[in-house]
């Protein structure tokens, strides 16, 4: 079952936030996170586990919640690098295969 | 360490041909992922392989297309009598368990 993001497309300034969802029909295992820059391949950026933790790097951090089998992506004081096409990834057991979410397409303005 | 390769980059066919792609995963990675990705779109899984075995392959069409792992040598995504409908970026990713690094992917026209 494929995830569902939202948004689709989210347009932002320099310094400003975003979010980015991901929600399953199904009960997950793990989540991660990628970013696709136009005419590149997904760049992997995070996975997060069962067990609800958060993580991040820089000012790009992941939550994972397990009951409402969910997964956040927040991207604080954007910049201009941020631009591109963010993926969530979804596995439902620990030895299955990932399924991809559309897509939400990130754009950052000067 | 290398990353995952995968050739050509680049790959135009006349309708009818067939198109091979190789993906080569990164070392010690035993399972190996197919996408395809039509412009402007997301990625829609293919095939899910380990070595010398197909693991998931919902996402093949049942026609034309095949991929194999084998125990020597890179994955092979092979794609018969092509249409114009093939015309793709086809992404191979490997993983050690999970989260999976992605290969430069490899463009499919059709012509």
């Known amino acids: 079952q494929q995830p569902v993001q939202s948004p689709q497309a989210v347009i932002l300034r320099e310094g400003e936030d975003a979010v980015i969802n991901c929600s399953s029909s199904k009960a997950l295992y793990s989540v991660h996170w990628y970013r696709q820059k136009h005419g590149e391949a997904p760049v992997f950026l995070m996975i997060?586990?069962?067990?609800?933790e958060q993580k991040g790097h820089d000012k790009i951090s992941a939550s994972f919640n397990e009951k409402k089998q969910q997964s956040s992506l927040y991207l604080t004081a954007s910049q201009l690098s941020y631009s591109g096409t963010y993926f969530c990834g979804t596995e439902n057991t620990n030895a299955g295969k990932s399924t991809f979410g559309d897509g939400t397409t990130l754009t950052v303005k000067p | 360490n290398a990353g995952v390769m995968q050739n050509p980059r680049h790959l135009v066919r006349r309708r009818g041909q067939e198109a091979r792609l190789r993906c080569s995963p990164m070392?010690?990675?035993?399972?190996v992922y197919w996408y395809r990705q039509l412009p402007e779109e997301g990625l829609k899984f293919m095939v899910y392989?380990?070595?010398?075995?197909?693991?998931?392959e919902s996402g093949m069409p049942k026609e034309r297309f095949s991929a194999e792992f084998p125990k020597e040598g890179p994955s092979i995504l092979r794609i018969q009598q092509v249409v114009r409908g093939d015309s793709a970026a086809y992404f191979c990713?490997?993983?050690?368990?999970?989260?999976?690094?992605f290969g430069p992917g490899t463009r499919l026209t059709v012509t």
């Open positions: 070392k010690g990675h035993s399972h």
């Open positions: 990713a490997s993983s050690p368990s999970g989260f999976q690094y």
């Open positions: 997060l586990l069962k067990g609800g």
């Open positions: 392989l380990q070595k010398e075995n197909i693991i998931d």
